[in-house]
């Protein structure tokens, strides 16, 4: 018979990522939520160097495709919580986060490919 | 195990098994109905995405040049707004977990604040544009640039018009660390804004 994961408690619920201290009873340095979210902006930034200086080539494409399954699922995993949520939803915010790079980097190496399968003679 | 048991006891009807092959999965942050809502943005913006990476393989040069006419910092000034407002919400969520109804409006307040930055920004954003030649007829890039930005804009604004609807609940104290299913399902559906938006900024504003 298939294991059940029982549903967190609600002292784990108020302190998702805090261990057993809770996130009130903590010390005062950052959280994890503060950290993933400066995780968050130094990535952003780094996109924003990229903006200004980057040609296109198949680095940037790996970048690109890169970033944004890391930080699609930083969200997904600490934001939504959905490394301890329902499996199912889990699964198809993952492949939403992993087929769109897929698709960058397909976009940049086999353009002329995609461009003749989408043509309509 | 008691909760196997449970699901196969539970055979009358679907509607009665169903919150329980939920839970055979694992938990379901705010409720079922708000992640309908969601896998159709989720499938809706899939769909979107292909027109872009259609368009681009259609019109090569116009996606090489496009990105360096547009307000780069308008994009990022977007994408940190969402994030700060995403983890305004992720402390909402915290706070009234633990019954702390004043924080969590105050974070709700907070979120909707900066959430508020991002049609305020992009209605500059659309003012630079248009003084710089930029509109809808500027070319392949800049149709599909309007048409996927637009479109995310209206969703952020479903997603503000459900952080109202939250913050007015939370200041009656209608959410508590037991019943605060609404709440989260705000959160979630705003972190999925967030999400497409990680998706959006790159194409329009950093790739080649």
């Not at chain 1, 915010?93 to 769109?100: A, D, E, G, K, N």
């Not at chain 2, 660390?177 to 609404?182: N, S």
């Not at chain 2, 989260?184 to 790159?202: G, K, N, Q, R, S």
Request: proline content about 3%.
């Amino acid at each position: 018979m298939k294991k059940i994961s029982p549903p967190r408690s609600q002292e784990q619920l108020a302190a998702p990522h805090s261990g057993a201290q809770g996130a009130r009873g903590g010390p005062s340095h950052l959280g994890h939520a503060e950290k993933i979210w400066l995780l968050l902006i130094a990535l952003t930034l780094a996109a924003a160097w990229l903006a200004e200086t980057g040609k296109s080539s198949w680095l940037l494409a790996f970048v690109v495709a890169g970033l944004i399954a890391f930080k699609g699922r930083m969200v997904i995993d600490h934001y939504m919580e959905m490394t301890s949520a329902n499996s199912r939803i889990r699964r198809v915010l993952y492949i939403f986060v992993s087929i769109v790079p897929l698709l960058v980097l397909i976009s940049h190496g086999w353009s002329d490919v995609l461009k003749r399968i989408t043509t309509i003679n | 195990m008691t909760e196997t048991v449970v699901l196969a006891e539970q055979t009358e009807t679907t509607d009665a098994i169903l919150p329980e092959r939920m839970f055979k999965h694992g938990r379901v942050p705010g409720n079922t109905g708000i992640w309908v809502g969601i896998f159709c943005v989720l499938v809706e913006f899939l769909l979107l995405f292909g027109v872009y990476f259609i368009a681009k393989a259609h019109h090569r040069e116009a996606f090489l040049t496009g990105p360096d006419k547009l307000a780069t910092v308008a994009g990022v000034l977007i994408t940190l707004l969402l994030l700060t407002s995403g983890y305004c919400m992720v402390k909402a969520v915290e706070t009234i977990r633990r019954n702390e109804r004043r924080a969590t409006l105050r974070w709700v307040v907070l979120a909707i604040v900066l959430g508020c930055g991002y049609p305020i920004t992009k209605y500059f954003e659309i003012r630079w544009n248009v003084a710089n030649g930029i509109d809808g007829e500027a070319g392949i890039f800049y149709t599909t640039y309007y048409y996927l930005t637009l479109n995310h804009l209206v969703h952020v604004s479903w997603g503000l018009l459900g952080l109202m609807w939250v913050a007015v609940r939370t200041a009656l104290g209608m959410y508590s660390e037991k019943d605060y299913g609404g709440l989260e399902a705000a959160a979630v559906y705003w972190h999925t804004t967030d999400v497409i938006w990680l998706v959006i900024f790159p194409f329009f504003y950093v790739l080649r």
